[in-house]
């Protein structure tokens, strides 16, 4: 499937801006199953600087600084990719997820692909004994790595609700946890946190997901969204495999990505410093539209 993917991020100030610096994470990955055929991204003010990176993780960071005063930073990135995921194993065939704890510990590689990275603690998924114990019901003894991780992603999307108004981006995840309720990174940090908790890697990852309209409803412009899920590492064989707990959906053709993290710090789309007075307001839209 070729996606054409336009994300606008603007923010509008109450007063204006003299300048600012900030790091984009708006560029699709390549490799996983998909290919970038275009990507670019427009800034309106033109940056006095702008320098091109790529992190550690593999991520395509774009960071600029803008000079000139401004009342409104408006960041157009528009992508076209091409996505053919190879369906995951069946989960009954993955290592068990004892096997799969005992391999990350001994991996000797620490590149980006490394599972040792994502073992640990990090500042916005700590280590939780709630989300531990909520997560190891999922996981009796022997069970496989991929069908356990099926599992906790099936009962987190039946046991949360999807709720744009429960969480804030800054909300702890023992918050959201306990009010059982958030969107997208909530519902990932959890996830996260609870394999984690039993030493089971797994990543964050943002990017797009294609959303189907009925049958007999036009698709509507700017209704896709920023979206993020998981991926679990399930041993050496399998790899790094993808679960979205919002959706209970195995990662396929109707996801692209952007950027994996440890958590949504690593990986968010926009951030960075400015000196303003007032308020300020941002809107985001984003369109995945299928071409091929």
């Not at 550690?56 to 960041?75: D, K, M, P, Q, S």
């Not at 209970?248 to 053709?253: I, K, M, P």
Request: net charge negative; glycine share 8%; charged share 20%.
């Amino acid at each position: 499937m070729i996606y054409d993917i336009r994300h606008i991020t603007s923010y509008s100030y109450e007063s204006p801006v003299n300048s600012a610096i900030c790091s984009l994470r708006l560029s699709p990955r390549e490799g996983g199953g998909q290919h970038v055929v275009d990507s670019g991204i427009e800034i309106a003010p033109v940056p006095a600087t702008r320098r091109e990176r790529i992190d550690f993780f593999g991520n395509t960071v774009t960071t600029i600084v803008v000079e000139e005063a401004h009342r409104e930073l408006r960041v157009t990135s528009l992508s076209r990719v091409d996505v053919h995921r190879e369906q995951q194993p069946h989960a009954e065939l993955t290592p068990t997820w004892e096997d799969t704890r005992q391999t990350a510990t001994m991996f000797t590689a620490l590149d980006s692909r490394s599972p040792a990275h994502h073992i640990f603690p990090t500042r916005l998924v700590p280590l939780y004994a709630p989300a531990t114990d909520y997560a190891a019901a999922s996981f009796a003894q022997g069970r496989p790595i991929l069908s356990g991780a099926i599992d906790l992603m099936q009962r987190i999307h039946k046991d949360f609700r999807y709720d744009p108004k429960a969480t804030l981006i800054s909300t702890p995840l023992s918050d959201a946890f306990e009010a059982r309720g958030g969107v997208c990174q909530d519902f990932a940090h959890i996830m996260i946190a609870g394999l984690r908790g039993l030493g089971l890697p797994a990543c964050y990852v943002s990017g797009y997901i294609r959303t189907v309209q009925p049958e007999g409803k036009p698709r509507l412009e700017g209704a896709d969204a920023s979206h993020a899920w998981v991926r679990v590492w399930c041993g050496e064989g399998a790899g790094w495999l993808g679960l979205d707990p919002t959706n209970a959906l195995q990662v396929n053709d109707d996801f692209v990505e952007v950027a994996i993290g440890r958590d949504y710090s690593d990986v968010a789309p926009l951030d960075g410093v400015i000196l303003i007075s007032g308020k300020q307001t941002l809107k985001v839209s984003v369109d995945v539209k299928p071409v091929g």
